[in-house]
Every structure is written in structure tokens, then in C-alpha cells.
T-cell receptor, first 115, second 115 residues
Framework: GAGVSQTPSNKVTEKGKYVELRCDPISGHTALYWYRQSLGQGPEFLIYFQGTGAADDSGLPNDRFFAVRPEGSVSTLKIQRTERGDSAVYLC?????????????FGPGTRLTVL | AQSVTQLDSQVPVFEEAPVELRCNYSSSVSVYLFWYVQYPNQGLQLLLKYLSGSTLVKGINGFEAEFNKSQTSFHLRKPSVHISDTAEYFCAVSPIYNAGNMLTFGGGTRLMVKP
């Protein structure tokens, strides 16, 4: 079956603009995760959903970042008033359910560049 | 909180030679341990994981890792590498009793296999 997909693959925006990044998880996966990978670093956790609700958003860097998953499937990561420091690859992952040793399956990422 | 240290940012090795990628972690609670591989322009792919039981774990593509609790290490090994193993490798942990299973990653090791 299809894996995790993310759109767009690349996004270039100007400082101060608003962006939305989309994630389509594997069908039937109830848990969805967002990570951010800055250049030369490992991914860092941002937020995860179990179903429609954000179960843990402790990794979001500030209130410019917000994510939703209204129907428990597709998720959108929203960044307001983008800054150059937001430039990174944003990774989405899904798993059958949260918790335990459930494997997270990663998408290819969205590369965000803020000019 | 957890932290993961990958001691080598780059590891050059000749084809058919053995390789070891080092990973040490710090955590106040018990954790699951993972190795992921990231090929250029692709998402993270799970290589192997340690959940419990035997400390020697075998994964895909001929890789294996050994969990050493006393040294808090989870080094990745392959007895004979191929050109196709050239990629970025990430070690990660997640707390066993955490409802969300969020991953904490190391900074990554770039394996460069030379002919």
C-alpha cells in the first residue's frame, strides 16, 4: 500500500509569510507525528496526534507553530510569520497507534526555505 | 528527558570492509532503541530496533546492533559494506512507558562507502 506522503516536497517563502505543510498518513494509522530536521542534525519531535486530538505538543518551538488533524487522517502543520530560522526539513510519520514499540513510518519530508 | 550521541559525524570506509557506527544514550527511564537509515531524498527507514530480550538485534540489509545497558550504548555493525549502504544513519530512543512513543534522535552519522 501507499506510504506516508507529504506535500509540497519543497516550499520557498519569504520571511513573515504564512505556510501550510500537509501530511497524508498510511491508511488506518491512528497516530501521526511531526518532526523537524535542521541541516546537519537529527530530527526533533514537534507534536503528535492520537486520532484527532493533539496528545503532546511539547516540541512546538513557539506559538507561531500550530498543527491540526480534523478528521483523524490528514494533518496540516501551520507556521505563521515565518522566520529564517524555521528553514528545515519537516518530517511526518505515522504508526498504527501511539505508545509501545509501534513502528513509525516516515514520509519523505517537506523542505522549507525561508528567505 | 533523553539524549542520544552519535560519536562520529562521518565514517568513510572501503567497500567490503566492516563498519561500526557508534551510539550512546542517556535516559533516566528505560527506553526502546532504534536505528534508522536515510537515503538521499528519501524518508527515514527503520533498520532495526531493540525492545527487550536478546541484546544482539539483527535488522535489514545485513546490519546488526548490540544493546549494552551498562555502557548505555547501541552500536550498529555490518561485517561487509556495499556502495549502496552509503547513507545517513540515525540512532534514536523512546521511553518505554511513554504514551506517545516520541523518538529522540542523535545527530546522525554519514556512512561513505568508497570503491
Amino acid at each position: 500500500g501507499a506510504g506516508v506522503s507529504q506535500t509540497p516536497s519543497n516550499k520557498v517563502t519569504e520571511k513573515g509569510k504564512y505556510v501550510e505543510l500537509r501530511c497524508d498518513p498510511i491508511s488506518g494509522h491512528t497516530a501521526l507525528y511531526w518532526y523537524r530536521q535542521s541541516l546537519g542534525q537529527g530530527p526533533e519531535f514537534l507534536i503528535y496526534f492520537q486520532g484527532t486530538g493533539a496528545a503532546d505538543d511539547s516540541g512546538l518551538p513557539n506559538d507561531r507553530f500550530f498543527a491540526v488533524r480534523p478528521e483523524g487522517s490528514v494533518s496540516t502543520l501551520k507556521i505563521q510569520r515565518t522566520e529564517r530560522g524555521d528553514s528545515a526539513v519537516y518530517l511526518c510519520a505515522s504508526s498504527l497507534m501511539a505508545g509501545g514499540p509501534n513502528e513509525q513510518f516516515f514520509g519523505p519530508g517537506t523542505r522549507l526555505t525561508v528567505l | 528527558a533523553q539524549s542520544v550521541t552519535q560519536l562520529d559525524s562521518q565514517v568513510p570506509v572501503f567497500e567490503e570492509a566492516p563498519v561500526e557506527l557508534r551510539c550512546n544514550y542517556s535516559s533516566s527511564v528505560s527506553v526502546y532503541l532504534f536505528w534508522y537509515v536515510q537515503y538521499p531524498n528519501q524518508g527515514l527507514q527503520l533498520l532495526l530496533k531493540y525492545l527487550s530480550g536478546s541484546t544482539l538485534v539483527k535488522g535489514i540489509n545485513g546490519f546488526e546492533a548490540e544493546f549494552n545497558k551498562s555502557q548505555t550504548s547501541f552500536h550498529l555493525r555490518k561485517p561487509s559494506v556495499h556502495i549502496s549502504d552509503t547513507a545517513e544513519y540515525f540512532c534514536a530512543v523512546s521511553p518505554i512507558y511513554n504514551a506517545g512513543n516520541m523518538l529522540t534522535f542523535g545527530g546522525g552519522t554519514r556512512l561513505m562507502v568508497k570503491p
